[in-house]
């Protein structure tokens, strides 16, 4: 008895020792390799749910596949689970097609911020660049174009979500930029500043036809010198203006090139600029306004009104410190064409369509 | 009686082959602190897909703790191993750790000197404009860039402060082509103004 025993044992063990051991499915490498491929294409943070719905279904696949493995050989059965990674692999596929369209979808539409934002700051950028609307301004938009680097160097390696995040910086800054430049631009958006403008271009021209005679129309947003000989557009030249000059003048150094209607009271040959042509700036409008700026107190008590205000020489790209600047050789052809007493008026912008219109916040001005 | 002696020698055994396997749980809360550890000093920044690894690692060995909490006759044989694998990586990790932030830290500070380099020049060049009256729009509205540049620059040192060394280095080639750039702008102002 105890033979027999004895034997069936050794012939179970020697079974044991032939038969084959079932190999691990091949769909639970597959399974690990593709949840490592959506890892690294960015499924946490695209479809951060689905993605942890498929990996809590990855852990019980393996779960029950280590359930299996613990199991005396004779006894394993890869098939259930053999099915579960196959079910596993094909809602992977799923997640991937979904990953890549949620991507797409993202990079559409950081490209069209992006896009949307380099336009602005085109915009902004060309025209502070011809137009002097302070450094403030230009620092922003300059990191505003640092931060849009940023982003395309993010798009570029497909991490729009860090993408999405630069661009706030690029809107903070150029809303910064805009900020800055709004107490100049805004008068150039107001259309009762235009109409105003408008008006006295207007009657320039109309005085100049009425009674026959030459007369400066000075548009800022053009900068441009028009020269009226009996209503007609005889020369256009182009000019330069202060460190602030889109800005109304209001006092002294405070290098604003002044608008209002003027006369040239004085003709200089030999001005430092080459020929200077003198305004009457303050004329009484001037001095009224500046005297209400100061009981409102808007302007302190020792301000001055400032003046010599001049149609120079010296180029036309040059910042003066409230002057209006030609080249020199067109200072000298202007110069024989005026006499003193040539009404020169100088306006903002005679178009609601203005270079300065289209940037900024409008915030009406109060100003004349 | 015999069969009774059989009987109680047979549940002593199963009693001690239960007691034996133990749950390691000294092995367990020292891993997963020092896979906590080295997430915590940043792994994740430096070295992603060692984050992951640790990670799934641990969640594994879960599972396995799962499978053998739910048998009659545990087996922690196979967790154990597991636990001292982790516990190694976690190690071998950590140690590599330092090195690859000195690397990221190196390259964050060399592409800033870079931007740092670019921008001084774009300020040299400006400092040889002409200033005050006359001064060209153009080159006034460049002094603002260099500004941007240079209020930019701090928030690069900023993020290496902050151990954001990727980050850091985006931004400080970002700087640099923006200095270049204003840079070639300004001498293009100033031959400009000179021609005139």
Avoid at chain 1, 210 to 239: D, F, R
Avoid at chain 1, 309 to 327: A, F, K, N, Q, V
Avoid at chain 2, 11 to 26: D, E, H, Q, R, Y
Avoid at chain 2, 150 to 178: H, R, S
Wanted: glycine letters at 6%.
């Amino acid at each position: 008895m105890k033979r027999t025993v004895l034997a069936v044992a050794i012939l179970c063990l020697f079974l044991a020792g032939c038969i084959k051991e079932e190999p691990v499915p091949p769909e639970v490498s597959l399974a690990e390799k593709q949840e490592l491929d959506l890892w690294r294409a960015g499924a946490p943070f695209y479809l951060k749910e689905p993605f942890n719905r498929y990996k809590e279904t990855l852990l019980k696949s393996k779960g029950n596949l280590t359930k299996v493995n613990a199991q005396f050989k004779w006894f394993r059965n890869y098939k259930p689970v053999q099915a579960e990674f196959a079910q596993l692999l094909k809602q992977g596929d799923e997640l991937s097609k979904q990953l890549e369209i949620e991507k797409q979808k993202r990079a559409s539409a950081v490209l069209e911020r992006m896009k949307s934002l380099q336009q602005k700051h085109s915009h902004l950028e060309e025209m502070t660049l011809s137009i002097h609307l302070g450094t403030l301004t230009r620092s922003y938009l300059a990191r505003a174009e640092v931060a849009l680097k940023e982003v395309q160097t993010l798009y570029k390696k497909e991490q729009y979500p860090a993408s999405e995040e630069k661009l706030k910086d690029v809107e903070v800054n150029l809303a910064r930029a805009e900020k800055a430049i709004a107490p100049v631009v805004s008068r150039y958006k107001d259309t009762n500043q235009i109409a105003k403008w408008k008006r006295w271009a207007t009657e320039t021209v109309e005085e100049s036809r009425e009674e026959g005679i030459t007369s400066i129309l000075i548009i800022k947003a053009n900068k441009k010198l028009l020269l009226y000989k009996n209503g007609s557009l005889s020369k256009s030249y182009p000019v330069g203006l202060g460190h602030n000059g889109w800005s109304d003048k209001q006092r002294a150094k405070d290098n604003a090139t002044p608008e209002g209607k003027y006369k040239i009271i004085s003709k200089n040959p030999a001005s430092r600029y080459h020929r200077a042509l003198l305004i009457n700036y303050p004329n009484e409008e001037d001095r009224r306004e500046f005297q209400r700026a100061k009981k409102r107190g808007l302007l302190p008590q020792s301000a001055g009104i400032g003046g010599s205000i001049e149609i120079h020489g010296g180029g036309d790209e040059g910042l003066t410190y409230g002057c209006i600047s030609l080249d020199n050789h067109q200072i000298e052809e202007l110069y024989y064409a005026v006499d003193v007493g040539t009404p020169v008026t100088i306006v903002g912008a005679i178009d609601e369509r203005n270079i300065l219109s289209s940037a900024g916040t409008a915030t009406p001005s109060k100003r004349k | 009686m015999k069969r009774v002696r059989l009987i109680v020698v047979g549940l002593m055994v199963l009693a001690f082959l239960v007691g034996c396997a133990s749950k390691p749980t000294k092995e367990i809360e020292d891993t997963t602190a020092a896979v906590k550890a080295v997430i915590a000093e940043g792994l994740g920044k430096y070295a992603p897909e060692d984050e992951k690894k640790l990670n799934d690692s641990l969640a594994a060995i879960d599972a396995e703790l799962k499978v053998q909490d739910g048998k009659t006759f545990k087996s922690f044989d196979k967790t154990k191993q597991m636990l001292a694998d982790l516990s190694k990586m976690a190690a071998d990790m950590k140690a590599a750790l330092p090195a690859k932030k000195e690397a990221a830290k190196q390259a964050a500070v060399a592409a800033m000197d870079a931007a740092k380099a670019a921008a001084d020049e774009a300020k040299n060049l400006l400092a040889k404009a002409p200033k005050g009256k006359g001064t060209a729009a153009d080159i006034e509205a460049l002094k603002g860039d260099v500004k941007g540049v240079d209020d930019a620059l701090v928030e690069v040192q900023g993020l290496i402060d902050k151990e954001d060394y990727a980050a850091a280095v985006t931004k400080a080639n970002a700087v640099k082509e923006k200095a270049a750039a204003v840079a070639a702008q300004i001498t293009q102002a100033m031959e400009k103004a000179k021609k005139k």
